[in-house]
Structure formats: structure tokens, C-alpha cells
């Protein structure tokens, strides 16, 4: 079974900093897809990222990035200018690539933005 | 964009009634859909998979009887939870994948709390 963990229960970064946040996991699949969630106090799920397994370079959106490292089952979250609105709770999720799409979840991290 | 809702936003009942949770996918149509339950402060676990035309598929420790789940149509999927005790109090959230898209995409959840 696969599983997927977040080390770091909660961070805090400076207005305009960069942090990052750590995701591994663990599967015996070759073929997956992983997910950075953003979880506001409204609790609405909002995508960050998502990377394919089988594609080397890292994903990037905007001010956020991924390091992926397939072969130490690593997939970090780097928040670059980090912005009061960042702070949430952020979860890691894994999902096979076999046509199901149910998603395990990290237990999450708490990211605080100090102004 | 795709959306996906759920009604009620949060529901107050007395211990031993059951309630109803909608979630509905509103401009594409999901043949699958799941259900998850956060608790404060934790990750989302899966409940369940709700299939259309099918029986839901259960995650193991998850009481079937307890919560009922019915894919209704292409676009609506409902739990159930009957004789509610203050124990299931919770947040609950559901996810529609737009397979074409490739992409998952979650409801606003439901909070639920039985006095």
C-alpha cells in the first residue's frame, strides 16, 4: 500500500521569503502522479501542483515549485515571495496512475506567513 | 471553470437522526466520485467511492450501514449518515474527477455536528 508523509506538522516563513515544505512517500508503482493541495481556513481544496511520475523536470507554477526525486521518493514544495495569503495548511497527495483517482493524502502542514 | 457543490455548507442534528449530504458535479458529469472525512487539524481520509449505477466501494473500517452513499445520476452523489452520534461530527468532503481533464476537483465540504 502506498503511503505518504509530512514530516514538518508546521512552518513558518517571513513575507517575501522562500520556504519549503517536505513530502515523501512510498509506493512500487513505476507510474503515479503527485499533488501539492493549498487548504485555506475555508477549507476548500485548491490545487497548488501536480507532477507525472514519469517526467523528470519539475513541475512549476508561478511562484511555486516542485524538486521531485523519483528514485528517493521525494516531491518538496518550494514557495517562492511567500504572500500573507499562502498561509494554509498544505497537503501532499499521491494517486496511481492506473485510472482510479482516489488520492492519499500527508497529514498535512500548517504554513504560517509572518508579515 | 468545473465546479463541484455541496449542500448543506453545515448541518446541526440531534444524536440518532440521520442526514443527508449532497455533492454534485456542475458542468461535467462523473461516473466516480468520492468521500472524505477530516477531522480539525488532521488530513483527509476516504471514505468511500461512490459509482454510478453500482454500489459505492468502501475503505476498510468504514461502517457501510453507517453511511450510505448513492450515486443518483452522472451528476449527483449523496452520503448519508444515519442515527448520527456526536462521534461522527465532522468535516466531510467530496472530490468529482474530470477524467477528460484529467483533472479532480473538490466540493466546499460539509461540516457536521450532532449534539
Known amino acids: 500500500a502506498q503511503t505518504v508523509t509530512q514530516s514538518q506538522p508546521e512552518m513558518s516563513v517571513q513575507e517575501a521569503e522562500t520556504v519549503t515544505l517536505s513530502c515523501t512517500y512510498d509506493?512500487?508503482?513505476?507510474?503515479?502522479?503527485l499533488f501539492w493541495y493549498k487548504q485555506p481556513p475555508s477549507r476548500q481544496m485548491i490545487l497548488v501542483i501536480r507532477?507525472?511520475?514519469?517526467?523528470?523536470q519539475n513541475a512549476t507554477e508561478n511562484r511555486f515549485s516542485v524538486n521531485f526525486q523519483k528514485a528517493a521518493k521525494s516531491f518538496s514544495l518550494k514557495i517562492s515571495d511567500s504572500q500573507l495569503g499562502d498561509a494554509a495548511m498544505y497537503f501532499c497527495?499521491?494517486?496511481?496512475?492506473?485510472?482510479?483517482?482516489?488520492?492519499?493524502f500527508g497529514t498535512g502542514t500548517r504554513l504560517k506567513v509572518l508579515a | 471553470g468545473a465546479v463541484v457543490s455541496q449542500h448543506p455548507s453545515w448541518v446541526i442534528c440531534k444524536s440518532g437522526t440521520s442526514v443527508k449530504i449532497e455533492c454534485r458535479s456542475l458542468?461535467?458529469?462523473?461516473?466516480?466520485m468520492f468521500w472524505y472525512r477530516q477531522f480539525p487539524k488532521q488530513s483527509l481520509m476516504l471514505m468511500a467511492t461512490?459509482?454510478?449505477?453500482?454500489?459505492?466501494?468502501?475503505e476498510q473500517g468504514v461502517e457501510k450501514d453507517k453511511f450510505l452513499i448513492n450515486h443518483a445520476s452522472l451528476t449527483l452523489s449523496t452520503l448519508t449518515v444515519t442515527s448520527a452520534h456526536p462521534e461522527d461530527s465532522s468535516f466531510y468532503i467530496c472530490?468529482?474527477?474530470?477524467?477528460?481533464?484529467?483533472?479532480?476537483?473538490f466540493g466546499p465540504g460539509t461540516r457536521l455536528l450532532v449534539l
Open positions: 458542468d461535467f458529469q462523473a461516473t466516480t
Open positions: 461512490s459509482n454510478e449505477g453500482s454500489k459505492a466501494t468502501y
Open positions: 472530490s468529482a474527477p474530470r477524467t477528460a481533464q484529467e483533472t479532480q476537483y
Open positions: 507532477q507525472e511520475a514519469y517526467k523528470q
Open positions: 497527495a499521491y494517486r496511481s496512475a492506473g485510472g482510479t483517482y482516489k488520492y492519499i
Open positions: 509506493t512500487s508503482e513505476s507510474d503515479y502522479y
